[in-house]
């Protein structure tokens, strides 16, 4: 595969991750339409990489065969890669067991800033019937909420608005399995919208929760997952400052550090939360609890507040968002017909304002 001519500016971008290659000049043009890969970009796929810290963009229509394994961790990087998709087929990605330090995500999908400032965002990619070793990381103006493009979008009252501007959108994840390896399998960074998590096993261990939905994050469905994972000692499914999500008809096999939390990390990084956990749809999910003489809660809204939070006060003074107020303020959600299993409904904590709590039920196990 000849190695494209890259501008100097995103050469030194994807140089810092370790891109095994990547056409700079039209990955921050609008993409061309996804189309089928070509015999070389297959080849490099089925091949095994002589630096396995290499990532290998992709922007066009990928079908692998069950029989495939993808030992290289693979990139959506700006418009260009709009459109395109993931096929394994049962086929595999990623090393079982390979979680070298500061080693990016085994699936990437990012937003690029050209020279201008500039965000080329990714959109309308599918990934599916994938088995995952490692993890997914979607991402725009940062990796998370700390990142310093995200402080410094914070200090303005539209963060909110330009965070989700620049974030990929209308991504699908289905019939995967994840195994996780350390990192969080699935992580929707700052602004990220429109994610389809569905009929998925989150499997393996992990340092932090199983998804996590970040800051400014909004409108993402998780339904009909698995989640088998074990987390050292966060809950299941984060939901920080995310709004007008739907996550239903999942089920929770080892709820041992909690199930689903809402919550707003104030001031976090220095940066300004501006939106909170609201109008955020929780229904139809089963907890199950393995004999625990004290288990988390399955669903706690308002998780975390200022006193629980020691960076609350890491954030500038402003007119809005944590600057103004740190609470969380997880209110407006709904939370209806889930099932606890060996567990009763005070696992069920509403510590907001204007929830909908009902229909929740106990049974044995």
């Not at 096999?253 to 609201?278: D, F, K, M, S, V």
């Amino acid at each position: 595969m000849a190695k494209p001519v890259y501008t100097a500016f995103l050469a030194l971008l994807l140089h810092n991750v370790g891109f095994a290659s990547a056409d700079a000049a039209s990955a921050t043009r609008g993409a061309p339409g996804a189309v089928p890969c070509s015999a070389e970009l297959y080849e490099t796929l089925r091949a095994v990489p002589d630096d396995v810290s290499l990532v290998q963009p992709v922007a066009c229509k990928v079908e692998l065969t069950r029989d495939d394994m993808v030992t290289t961790d693979l990139a959506f990087l700006g418009a260009r890669a709009s459109g395109a998709s993931l096929d394994c087929h049962g086929g595999i990605i990623g090393i079982p067991g390979r979680v070298p330090k500061d080693a990016p995500p085994t699936i990437q999908i990012r937003s690029l800033q050209d020279e201008q400032g500039k965000w080329n965002v990714p959109r309308n990619i599918t990934i599916r019937n994938c088995r995952i070793y490692g993890s997914i990381r979607i991402s725009g103006l940062g990796i998370n909420g700390e990142a310093d493009n995200v402080r410094q979008s914070s200090l303005n009252r539209n963060h909110t608005e330009f965070a989700q501007a620049a974030a990929p959108s209308n991504i699908v994840l289905d019939n995967l399995t994840i195994v996780a390896d350390g990192p969080t399998p699935v992580y929707l960074a700052p602004g990220v919208t429109k994610v389809t998590l569905s009929h998925s096993v989150i499997s393996g261990f992990t340092k932090g929760s199983g998804v996590y939905l970040d800051a400014e994050t909004a409108h993402n469905v998780i339904s009909g997952n698995r989640f088998d994972v074990t987390t050292r000692n966060r809950e299941v499914l984060s939901v920080d400052g995310s709004a007008n999500n739907v996550i239903e008809n999942n089920s929770f096999t080892n709820a041992a550090h909690g199930g689903i939390y809402l919550y707003r990390n104030c001031g976090e990084g220095g940066t300004i939360r501006h939106q909170t956990p609201q109008h955020n749809r929780i229904s139809g999910n089963s907890f199950v609890y393995q004999d625990l003489a004290h288990p988390k809660p399955a669903v706690w809204l308002n998780a975390r507040e200022p006193w629980q939070n020691f960076y609350c006060n890491d954030d500038p003074p402003a007119p809005f968002g944590s600057g103004a107020d740190n609470h969380s303020f997880a209110d407006f959600n709904i939370v209806t017909n889930n099932q606890l299993v060996g567990g009763d409904a005070k696992l069920i904590r509403d510590n907001g304002k204007n929830n909908t709590v009902s229909g929740n039920s106990q049974k044995a196990k």
